[in-house]
Each structure stands twice: as C-alpha cells, then as structure tokens.
C-alpha cells in the first residue's frame, strides 16, 4: 500500500516449513481438525472453496502457507501484539483488488500493515513479514 509519508518498521519475521510436518499432522488428525484451529473464518471459506476432493498433499500447501506466513508474522509483532492463528488472514495476490500484492491483516489493528512473501522449493515453505 503506497502512501506519501512513510511508517515505522514494527519488526521483520521469517519462518521455513516442510510441508512433509503439516502433512503428517493432518494424516494423523484430519485437515479439517488443523484448518479449524488455525484459518479465520475468511480463510476457512477460501479453503472449503478451493478444495476437490480428498487431495491431503494439495491441503498440507494450503494450510502450511498459511501456517508459515502466520508464524511469520507473529515474530514481526512480539511482543507489542501477540496475535492468534485466527486474528490473522493471508489474502493471497490480486485478492484484495486486482493486481494487488499478498498480504496479511490483522483483526484487532486495521491501521498496521503486513506485508508478506512466501516461497516454495520441494518440500519447503519459507515466509516473510514485514509489519509498519
């Protein structure tokens, strides 16, 4: 988000995830146990929408992206906010408006801005937030 005056850097957080973790925890579990205790109600909606079928591999990328970037975030914020899995929502590229860059927005603060990066290489997810 472009503005004219510039903001504080919060903090910058990172987090690396195999995805091979999310995907042995949903087998032993479910998906839908891991997705309810960490997805907003947005991102649930997103999940049940984007689904076909019983895919665990194509549901241990959807969950572990958000688990990351999640994680990600929380280190960019602590300790001046202590966000839960659920006062944070990843709206993936052009979710926002066309066009736009990924980002996360946090429930309880309109006013902060988190912008965020996620890779994936094989197995691994790697994340970045940087909160203003």
Do not use: N
């Amino acid at each position: 988000r472009a503005s004219s005056h510039s903001m504080a850097i919060l903090g910058v957080g990172t987090d690396i995830l195999q995805t091979s973790r999310i995907l042995s925890l949903i087998r032993r579990r479910s998906p839908e146990k891991l997705a309810y205790r960490i997805l907003s109600e947005l991102e649930v909606a997103h999940w049940h929408a984007s689904r076909s079928g019983s895919d665990l591999s194509r549901d241990a990328q959807f969950l572990g992206v958000r688990w990351a970037l999640k994680e990600a975030a929380y280190k960019a914020l602590y300790p001046t906010f202590r966000p839960t899995w659920k006062d944070l929502t990843y709206h993936p590229l052009g979710a926002t408006e066309p066009g736009s860059k990924p980002s996360l927005s946090y429930k309880h603060r309109c006013d902060l801005v988190l912008h965020c990066s996620v890779s994936h290489d094989g197995d691994y997810i790697f994340s970045t937030v940087v909160a203003e």
